[in-house]
């Protein structure tokens, strides 16, 4: 930024320009003004080296010095340096500029300009240099706080309290750059320069008598110094003038020493910084000693003296003499105390040894090194007094047993014990129980306490991470060196986490909250003795391996019986079996993995042993079954032959009882052929049987014993039958019984057959009998007519009979009939008489109307109608049955309108949340069960809003009890006060960060005016736009281009609200028909970009010549515009795109009534406040901002995204074209060029040919955006001022979540200072007595909620979202007795003069007040009473009128007449009345009130259709919406059905069949692979300690849980299971989502996350 330069070359005195040139006067004005800016920067830069030479501190930045010092911290922290004693940092707000950085200036800042104004102040600093506070934090004149700095820097200089300010002109570079911004900010604000060099002499005339006194004997003194005579010297100091203090007479020489040295050396200073160019500006205490320097000169060489006595004493170790030293007036020590001696010897003691072994030499300790040792020694006794009063107190709570006051003393500063959580405050106070128990003096020292607390926090830090199953932090606690665990082995750490998780799950079951020290101790030894003991068994694997391929049986049984193998049902016996089934086993897997080294893992020898066993117990059975066999046949018994083949030891299939003689017989005849067919004698008793077909086994049939070995001399026995034979015969007699079954199976069969033939036989019969009833259909129908004729004939003699028996009755009806006849005739000499009494009648209804009608005329247009003429109209003041039932109508509407609108802007978020998660459905990003679970959110929120509203309504703060009852009505009150106060909210609204005033807008805010749904609430919330914007523009910009280069948050939410369910009606009306017929014009193109059209060109010509083009593809702009296609192409564009804008601005230049109110108004609002700030702005300026109000923010994005804004109606999973949507671009693009008189320059220079265009129209644009903004104010526009509601029929309702109203009561406490800075405002009367921020629990009252409910909290945010409904009304309403407002007064008084005039007549009202009413006129007062009371009785809560005006309603006449007078009076007294007019004033205001009633009335109607209106369009949104979801509902549909066919496929492959009807889903099926298979595959790229011809021997076992896409993989090596983990498929997609290609399981392999996910997809999803 700048540079100073050390060379001693003369240097210009202003700027760095050289030059000895003839100037003109232009140039030498400029010159000036560039020297004034370079001066006042290098005062800045003077300025700012002094504040930080001051406060040890950097600045900012001499070019930003200006906008740092606004906040007034660093000033009030100069004032901190000066004046201590008046200002402390705790006076200081914003310490760290904390809040400033984060939001900007607040109004508070100026509290620290206002401390550094005091300091100066208390200094006595002459006020002619004070800045204003808003000098500062407006900015207004920041050079008058710099030349106040600089006269305060000469001040203090002089005092002796801050170092001297230096000169820097000249000795400074600032860039041109920097030079001439500074030029322009000076000229910008017009400031006077003030001048600095006059400082001394303004300072010199400001000072008092008695300074003037001083600085002559100031002056004195300096004289006696330079006669170097002692004496002299002394008596000059000892001037009472010089106020100088603590001189010692027998210090004087070395005072006149010290002053003389001093002096000579600020001469030789002066002397070396002296400037000719300066010489008649400089001070006269350049060169003279100040009386702060030579005070500070005594001062020095008394605490020399003093210094030296404390060192002696130091030295001496003299603990009396260094106290009395310490406490001498020459040193000042602070904070020296008698009982601290011992301390403060072992301190400085300490110090100056260490001071000694640094230096070398004995040295001696200065004053700032002596207090701060006695500083740092009060400290350290302090501490050690507080820390041993700790301790005696948490040994006391440790013995009481109270957790809580324990803790609070542990966590206590002054006990200086490490820190601790108190979540685990149990076991705290239960460990160090049991350790002062365990303590012979049954107390803990503070050495134990902290030990013992420093581990119990690393234990209770685990025990957290356990809980929320933070693996990495169970890890780092783990290992934590405070927690002391021993044994730590950095390989098992994974294994200590599983065992802990699962030990902390069990804790839990039995009630266990915390694992203690010991609990993590032993888990760890656990581990690492199963660790020992999993190596132990590879190592017993390995060995039983190497006896197998021995092949030695008795090596390989004891390798088998190693304890340390831990193998199972190991039998001496079978030791032989053993190696044949394990040799097998091993030789199938070699040729299995075609690998001739392989070797049997632990759970395939723990499988031999099993089936070597089992092997041996089948023999078993066989054997003995084979010998029942053939012992049943030679004793030759039949049925126990069968008994002996039916029994399970034989093993035989198909042996049925039926053929029992048969088996015998068979078997008898194939036993004797085999005993006739053996040779010789041979009675062997063993008999040999193949198991398995592989495996012989040796049974002795006497014995009954068997081996695997052959017995030695082994012969067969050969007449045994084997099981082979005895199955082949049982077999073939069990085949020829079943045939000779199968025919007498068929013989129903057969009988079924001759059933279907006789069934044809008498269905033929059948259809015979029905085909001859059909021939004869006329011959029954003949019959039918007959026997009906008959029986009609027979009623009519009946008929007939009855009248011939009643001809009286019959006389009587004729003579009825003649006299009607008689009656009619009457009628008609009558109709003459009507004829004329009706004429008669419009006459007088035409007289009486004519009267009317002048009384109405009188009414309406008479300057001050008669009373007798009001009192005829005064019934229309009351409320009839249809005003109720319209008021009420229109409450319901809006209610309803405005829930619509809350329920469509929450489904259009979750619409667009689902737009999102089927998005990353598509792009396997997350699970469908997401997509699933929030379409069913989805689904279930329209249907259950109104629902939860009437529930709530029954409890909670709306309860039946007199505590909430004030509750509701204090919030009712709160939110009356908010809503017709704007300002507090818009105060509140920049108290907050502009992304939390946005959403605090969009639905507190909002919810608060009902959305605008009636005229008073459209009111009130423009009110409230009004004054935020008006604020915003005061406080945040700085410029007249800010609201368009900014993002204004008041803009924003006004264009966001227009657009809405408001005004999405007015932009629809103003858009949908042009925008329509863009869309649908298929012969409209529009490519303005030659790029483009080049392109499309040339794929043209390919596409027709079948050719490729031999024209580049890819070229510049200026290279396509080169090619005559191409100019000609975008000449049409051009043609074309001119006509669909002018379509467009007709459309908008024909619609200015349809723009909303609200937008117009507030653009006036918005040219009006910026004019008032930049009167300067010219008026083109300002329309252009409100053209990017009104175009380019409320109807620019609508025209570029019609389907964005509901412009045009587009079905469910439809869209618009690109090349629609380019169309409308590129018409959007020129008026938004034309509204801000931009023309196409730059990369759009291929469009010049429309600035002209361009030109005409922003002419257009000019005149309506002119009359946009000319439109009445809110007041005339609805006819409503701040009085309106005091006779507004029914209440103001709003609909708010309980979340929102806890919301805005905390925002409004939390800177209810800001917005209110009165604390006597109505605003801190009810947050008062509102007391503090309630829970949402409290809310909904007892029982809403479970509290044994684990999902308490989601449910509880989910009730917050309920809505309720509040009647705003004012808590500061006029009581009786206290009326001082004269607008009210006024209002009652009217209400009881209209209720007088109705019953007793006059022909003014002082003659109504002064007659007496009569007996009749009370009676009718009274009716007239009755009937008001009728009518309010049955007037909804929501419209009673006030409890002071009921009750006056119900007075006697005679008592109203009487308040009537006195009111007359008050308001008299107010100037509102007059008794000369007999009141006429009070009757005119009683006539305007009738006339104003018809308008409510009428506007009231027209509220009610616009409501309507707005309903039936939002209702159409509602459908809209419902129509996505049932598209995505269809969406979701299919791809649920897409998985389940894919996974019942996959079924199929797996399983070999379908699964039963009606058995449950069956679970997938885990999957193994070895690590050497997924390392071909990719999966597994490297796994740390094990080299890749190992990885043949560890097997990965993937299975998923019974948590969706949740999977365990467990890790075995040579069959010994050694870790698992748990792995989530969301993480996957997770980290695949964030780029990560490697992941490691287990902490040591490394796998290629990409390729899991394919794998598990593939085995597990179908996908």
């Known amino acids: 930024m700048y540079h100073e330069e050390n060379s001693t070359l003369p240097r210009p005195r202003y700027g760095s320009i050289v030059d000895d040139e003839r100037l003109s006067a232009e140039e030498m004005d400029e010159r000036r003004h560039q020297n004034i800016a370079y001066e006042y920067l290098c005062h800045l830069e003077e ?249 500070s000169c005594i001062n020095h060489a008394n605490t020399t003296k003093a210094v030296g006595q404390v060192n002696e004493a130091i030295d001496k170790c003299d603990e009396a003499a260094l106290i009395t030293s310490l406490s001498s007036v020459a040193l000042s020590l602070v904070g020296v105390h008698q009982q601290n001696s011992v301390w403060y010897l072992e301190q400085l003691c300490a110090s100056k040894e260490q001071k000694k072994q640094e230096m070398g030499i004995p040295v001696l300790m200065d004053r700032e090194e002596i207090q701060k040792d006695i500083t740092t020694a009060n400290e350290k006794a302090k501490t050690h007094k507080l820390k041993l009063d700790a301790v005696a107190r948490i040994n006391a709570f440790i013995q009481t047993g109270d957790a809580a006051e324990m803790m609070a003393a542990v966590m206590h500063s002054d006990a200086q014990m490490p820190p601790v959580h108190t979540f685990a405050a149990d076991l705290y106070k239960t460990e160090l129980f049991n350790l002062q128990k365990q303590n012979p003096e049954g107390l803990l020292t503070h050495e134990e306490l902290c030990v013992a607390v420093e581990m119990l926090s690393a234990v209770a830090l685990l025990n957290l991470a356990l809980d929320v199953n933070d693996t990495e932090g169970v890890k780092i606690h783990l290992c934590n060196p405070l927690i002391g665990i021993s044994n730590l082995d950095e390989e098992n750490i994974q294994r200590y986490i599983d065992m802990l998780l699962s030990l902390k799950q069990a804790a839990a079951g039995h009630g266990q909250d915390y694992l203690t020290w010991n609990d993590i101790q032993n888990c760890v030894d656990l581990v690492n003795l199963q660790v020992q003991e999993e190596h132990a068994r590879i190592i017993a694997v390995s060995l039983i391996n190497d006896a197998i391929n021995e092949g030695d049986p008795e090596k390989t049984l004891e390798a088998l019986q190693m304890p340390t193998a831990k193998l199972e049902a190991v039998n001496l016996s079978n030791c032989h079996h053993y190696q044949e089934v394990l040799s097998h086993a091993r030789i199938h897997k070699c040729k299995a993995t075609e690998d001739d080294s392989a070797v049997l893992w632990l759970d395939e020898i723990q499988d031999g042993i099993y089936t070597a066993n089992k092997n041996t117990e089948d023999a078993q059975r066989l054997a003995i ?88 001399g082994f012969t067969e026995n050969n007449d045994q039958l084997t099981r082979e034979e005895i199955q082949n015969i049982v077999g073939q007699i069990t085949g020829s019984y079943h045939r000779e079954q199968l ?168 619409l667009s949340l689902m737009d999102i998660k089927i998005g990353l459905l598509v792009k396997n990003r997350i699970t469908l069960q997401d997509v699933v679970s929030h379409s069913k959110k989805l689904n279930k929120k329209s249907k259950g809003q109104v629902e939860e509203m009437v529930t709530f309504d029954k409890q909670g703060i709306k309860g039946l009890s007199l505590e909430k009852r004030k509750k509701l009505e204090a919030y009712q009150h709160l939110f009356y006060l908010l809503q017709t106060h704007p300002t507090y909210l818009a105060k509140l609204i920049f108290q907050m960060p502009q992304n939390k005033s946005t959403k605090f807008m969009d639905t507190v805010i909002f919810t608060l005016y009902n959305y605008a749904s009636n005229q008073r609430e459209e009111y009130l919330l423009l009110k409230l736009f ?210 801000s008189n931009k023309l196409f320059e730059g990369e759009n220079a291929h469009l010049s040919s429309m600035n002209g265009y361009l030109s005409q129209t922003y002419q257009k644009f000019r005149k309506f955006f002119q009359a946009a903004c000319d439109v009445p104010e809110p007041e005339e526009k609805f006819n409503i001022d701040e009085y309106s509601d005091m006779v507004t029929l029914s209440k103001p309702v709003i609909y708010i979540s309980i979340e929102e109203i806890i919301n805005t009561h905390s925002l409004l406490l939390e800177h209810q200072d800001a917005i209110s800075p009165d604390h006597n405002d109505q605003l801190h009367e009810l947050l008062q007595a509102l007391g503090p921020v309630p829970d949402i629990e409290s809310f909904l009252g007892e029982g809403a909620v479970d509290p044994s409910d684990p999902n308490k909290e989601n449910t509880l945010n989910q009730l917050g979202k309920t809505e309720i409904s509040l009647t705003l009304t004012s808590k500061f309403e006029l009581q009786d007795g206290e009326d001082r407002d004269m607008k009210s007064l006024m209002i009652k008084t009217k209400k009881l003069i209209v209720d007088v005039i109705r019953t007793q007549p006059g022909d003014t009202l002082t003659e109504i007040l002064e007659t007496p009413a009569s007996s009749q006129q009370e009676s009718a007062h009274l009716k007239v009473i009755q009937r008001l009371a009728v009518q309010d009785a049955k007037t909804p809560d929501k419209m009673k009128r006030s409890q002071s005006l009921l009750e006056d309603a119900q007075l006697p006449i005679e008592q109203k007449k009487r308040k009537i007078s006195r009111n007359l009076r008050n308001l008299e007294q107010a100037g509102l009345v007059s008794s000369s007019t007999k009141y006429q004033e009070v009757i005119n205001e009683i006539a305007k009130d009738i006339r104003n009633q018809r308008r409510y009335r009428q506007r009231r109607k027209a509220e009610l259709l616009k409501l309507q209106q707005t309903l039936q369009a939002l209702n159409s949104k509602t459908a809209f919406f419902e129509e996505q979801i049932d598209y995505y509902n269809t969406y979701i549909r299919t791809c649920l059905d897409n998985l389940t066919r894919k996974n019942s496929r996959r079924s199929i492959k797996m399983e070999g069949k379908g699964e039963e009807k009606g058995s449950k889903k069956s679970k997938p099926t885990p999957v193994k692979y070895t690590a050497a298979r997924l390392h071909e595959k990719g999966v597994v790229l490297e796994i740390e300690g094990l080299q890749t011809n190992q990885f043949k021997n560890v097997l990965f076992d993937i299975s998923p849980t019974e948590s969706v896409g949740d999977f365990e993989v467990k890790a075995k090596f040579l069959g010994v299971e050694m870790e698992k983990v748990q792995l989530h498929f969301q993480d996957l997609l997770q980290l695949q989502y964030e780029g990560v290609a490697v992941m490691k399981m287990f902490d040591k392999a490394k796998v290629n996350v990409n390729l899991l996910i394919f794998l598990l997809n593939k085995k597990f999803y179908g996908k």
């Open 625 to 712: 079954g084979m010998a029942a066999v053939n012992l049943a046949i030679e004793k030759g018994d039949e049925q126990q032959t069968l008994s002996a083949l039916q029994a399970p030891e034989a093993g035989l299939r198909g042996v049925v009882t039926e053929c029992a003689d048969a088996y015998f017989n068979e078997l008898s005849e194939a036993k004797q052929q085999k005993v006739n067919e053996a040779e010789g004698d041979c009675k062997s008793v063993w008999i040999k049987h193949r198991v398995k077909g592989q495996y012989d086994y040796y049974y002795n049939l006497e014995t009954s014993a068997g081996t695997w070995v052959q017995p030695e």
């Open 1026 to 1235: 009004k004054s935020a914007l008006e604020e915003e523009i005061k406080s945040k910009v700085d410029q007249v281009q800010d609201i368009v280069t900014g993002n204004p948050t008041v803009i924003k939410m006004v264009v966001s609200f227009n657009r809405g369910a408001r005004g999405q009606n007015s932009l629809r009306q103003l858009l949908a028909p042009v925008v329509k017929e863009i869309i649908e014009d298929k012969s409209l193109v529009i490519n303005t970009s030659p790029v483009d059209v080049y392109k499309a060109w040339v794929n043209q010509l390919e596409m027709a010549t079948g050719e490729a083009s031999k024209l580049p593809y890819d070229v510049t702009t200026e290279q396509a515009l080169t090619h005559v296609e191409v100019t000609n192409k975008l000449e049409s564009s051009i043609q074309s795109l001119r006509a669909a804008t002018d379509k467009v601005l007709m459309s908008i230049f024909s619609s200015l009534d349809n723009i909303p109110y609200a937008m117009r108004y507030i653009a006036k609002v918005l040219k009006n406040s910026l004019h008032e700030k930049f009167p300067d702005a010219t008026e083109d300026e300002l329309l252009k901002i409100v053209g990017n109000l009104l175009y380019y923010r409320y109807m620019n994005p609508a025209i570029v995204a019609p389907d964005g804004f509901d412009i045009i109606d587009i079905t469910a999973g439809g869209q618009i074209h690109a090349d629609q949507r380019r169309n409308l671009g590129s018409v959007a693009k020129v008026l938004q060029h034309a509204a």
């Open 47 to 295: 300025a700012k080296r002094w504040m930080e030479a001051c406060l040890h501190e950097e600045l900012p930045p001499t070019t930003e010095l200006e906008e740092g010092l606004r906040n007034g911290v660093y000033l009030a922290k100069l004032a901190i340096f000066f004046a201590p004693k008046v200002v402390s940092e705790k006076k200081i707000y914003d310490l760290e500029q904390t809040r400033y950085k984060r939001s900007g200036l607040h109004f508070r800042h100026t509290d620290n300009t206002v401390q550094w104004l005091r300091a100066m102040a208390s200094m006595g600093l002459p006020k002619i240099f004070y800045p204003e506070t808003t000098d500062v934090y407006d900015r207004k004149n920041i050079p008058r706080v710099i030349y106040c700095i600089h006269a305060l820097s000469l001040y203090l200089y002089k005092l002796g309290i801050a170092p001297q300010i230096q000169n820097l002109i000249g000795k400074v570079d600032f860039t041109e750059e920097e030079i001439s911004n500074m030029r322009k900010e000076l000229e910008k604000y017009g400031i006077q320069m003030p001048s600095f060099s006059k400082i001394g002499g303004i300072l010199a005339n400001e000072l008092s008598v008695d300074e003037a006194a001083l600085h002559a004997a100031v002056i004195a003194i300096n004289e006696a110094i330079d006669r170097g005579q002692t004496d002299q010297t002394m008596t000059a100091l000892r001037n009472p003038n010089a106020k100088l203090k603590n001189m010692e007479t027998d210090l004087a020489q070395n005072y006149q020493n010290h002053l003389s040295q001093e002096k000579t050396e600020k001469e030789r200073n002066a002397k070396n910084k002296a400037c000719p160019a300066l010489e008649e500006e400089r001070d006269v205490y350049e060169e003279l000693l100040t009386q702060g320097e030579i005070q």
């Open 743 to 910: 025919w007498l199976s068929n013989e129903s069969l057969i009988v079924q057959l001759q059933a279907r033939a006789r069934g044809y036989l008498v269905r033929k019969t059948f259809s015979k009998r029905k085909e001859y009833l059909h021939k004869q259909e006329p011959a029954a129908i003949r019959l039918q007519a007959s026997w009906k004729g008959l029986k009609q004939r027979k009623s009519y003699q009946s008929r007939l009979k009855l009248l011939q028996e009643n001809i009286a009755a019959i006389i009587k009806i004729q003579s009825w009939v003649k006299m009607c006849l008689v009656r009619k005739q009457y009628q008609k000499r009558l109709q003459y008489y009507k004829d004329h009494t009706e004429e008669i009648i419009r006459i007088q209804a035409f007289l009486k109307a004519n009267k009317a009608r002048d009384d109405y005329r009188t009414l309406i247009s008479a300057e001050n109608p008669p009373l007798n003429v009001v009192r005829k109209f005064v019934h229309l003041l009351d409320q009839s049955d249809l005003d109720f039932q319209e008021e009420l109508e229109v409450t319901r509407l809006r209610e309803e309108v405005v829930t619509k609108i809350r329920s469509n802007n929450q489904l259009e978020k979750d």
